[in-house]
């Protein structure tokens, strides 16, 4: 059994550690231009993510591991807030997440 357990806490490892890289990934992404506004979604089943930025110089994104709730976690942690935009009138479609810095930087 205990070989069982020991793969167990490895596979938990190396999840942590991806969540970790994932988390600094977002970090220096947002580091770059942290007054502009955000968009991300996610699918969850597959763990696979996008977050892009919007600037007056045009859309800038990123691939990443995570979940909606991770990538929400990070960008609030981030001093961002977060919401769904309108919602539109097609249930199957995607709907990104939109964060706005709560502090514009100085």
Do not use: H
């Amino acid at each position: 059994m205990s070989s069982f357990f020991g793969s167990s806490r490895t596979k938990q490892e190396a999840n942590d550690r991806e969540k970790d890289k994932s988390t600094q990934t977002i970090r220096d992404f947002v580091k770059e231009k942290p007054g502009a506004t955000y968009e991300f979604s996610s699918d969850d089943q597959t763990r696979r993510a996008e977050i892009c930025r919007r600037t007056p110089d045009g859309v800038s994104c990123i691939k990443i591991e995570g979940t909606y709730k991770k990538l929400f976690e990070t960008m609030q942690g981030m001093g961002f807030f977060c919401a769904l935009p309108v919602i539109t009138a097609d249930p199957g479609k995607r709907q990104a997440m939109e964060c706005k810095p709560l502090m514009p930087p100085k």
